[in-house]
């Protein structure tokens, strides 16, 4: 393994206009609030405070995480440290406030509008530096999503505008009506579908690649060997990577990655992040954490360098993951 003395660095995301400055690693704020357990606000306000001494300025939140109190959380924690974070929240998951359950999508113009209002009022800042749509409305042509999106901009509630798993075509589209600067999407050692038809149009226009779950959910930190490892509401108790037979097999993956950390010196969370870093100098891994102690082993992965044998060998011997990535959730494009 080869470290590297020097600080947290930046990466650059998207080209042109579109370009953007951010922290060669993100974090991610969505467990701070729910879905992976239970919450603890103290400790959450303090990791964000920890992130950014540590040089993680680039904080990842949505509206729909809560839902709407984790957007509340990120603006307290940042509330007199906001010039140096670069912020990005997501619209159009849409869920009932009584019913968090019910979900529905929505990418029309008018709630492209109300949506980043609120979400400008519940973070208590003026402007949003990343905007995303955090999913797809096939009901409603891109071009008129992302020009609701462009008119943010122009009115400077927006800086740079992003997607979330959207596919191939509908990145091409997005960004002829307005430069995108980010598309956020799941990729990991154990999630690589972009790679055949996704990545290839990110390399094309300019646009940079944020994934989300970099860890496999934590899953590839090898910690997990059983859903009794999880709190009683932890969703991946549902998810089906960690279900049954499926969690015995995906073991194996993490098996493949404990072997290279043995010999990096390094933990096998750290080595599927700088597995993702070693993806491209325009991709920013965003992993989530809501605890001190984890955040400061992901900012770690950031100096642990893998050789092109150590790539080579991951590539040979992490099998692909069994199961689908969501039990209920609609992903790309839908």
């Known amino acids: 393994m080869t470290t590297s003395s020097s600080t947290l660095g930046t990466r650059v995301l998207g080209t042109g206009d579109a370009a953007l400055t951010v922290s060669t690693l993100g974090l991610g704020c969505m467990g701070m609030s729910e879905f992976y ?3 603890d606000e103290s400790e959450a306000v303090r990791t964000i405070h920890r992130a950014l001494d540590l040089g993680v300025s680039f ?3 949505a509206d729909m995480y809560g839902p709407f109190t984790n957007e509340k959380l990120v603006g307290g924690a940042i509330a007199d440290r906001r010039d140096s974070v ?3 929240t997501k619209f159009g998951n849409v869920r009932d406030v009584d019913n968090p359950s019910n979900r529905r999508i929505d990418g029309s113009p008018e709630y492209v509008r109300s949506a980043c209002d609120a979400s400008l009022q519940r973070l208590g800042v003026d402007h949003i530096d990343l905007y995303y749509q955090h999913r797809v409305d096939k009901s409603v042509p891109i071009e008129e999503t992302v020009g609701a999106m462009a008119e943010l901009v122009t ?6 505008l ?11 589209r997005a960004h002829a009506t307005h430069p995108i600067t980010a598309l956020q999407t799941e990729y990991s050692l154990w999630t690589r579908d972009l790679e055949t038809e996704i990545l290839p149009v990110l390399h094309d226009l300019g646009i940079g690649l944020v994934p989300y779950s970099p860890l496999g959910r934590g899953f590839l930190t090898g910690t997990i060997t059983s859903t009794d490892d999880l709190d009683p509401d932890d969703f991946r108790r549902h998810n089906p990577r960690f279900a049954g037979d499926a969690l015995q097999a995906n073991l194996a993956i993490v098996d493949a990655v404990k072997a290279v950390a043995e010999g990096l010196g390094a933990t096998a969370g750290q080595v599927a992040l700088a597995w993702v870093l070693a993806q491209g100098p325009d991709v920013v891994p965003i992993p989530g954490t809501k605890r001190v102690r984890y955040l400061e ?5 950031a100096s642990v360098v893998l050789s092109a044998d150590d790539l080579a060998r991951l590539d040979e011997a992490v099998p692909a993951a069994v199961g689908e990535r969501y039990p209920d959730m609609s992903s790309i494009d839908a």
């Open 86 to 88: 670069v912020l990005a």
């Open 37 to 39: 357990g239970t919450a």
């Open 59 to 61: 904080l990842d939140t």
């Open 162 to 172: 992003g997607l979330s798993e959207a596919s191939a075509d509908t990145i091409r």
């Open 155 to 160: 009115a400077g509630k927006v800086r740079h």
């Open 297 to 301: 082993e992901n900012v770690a992965a």
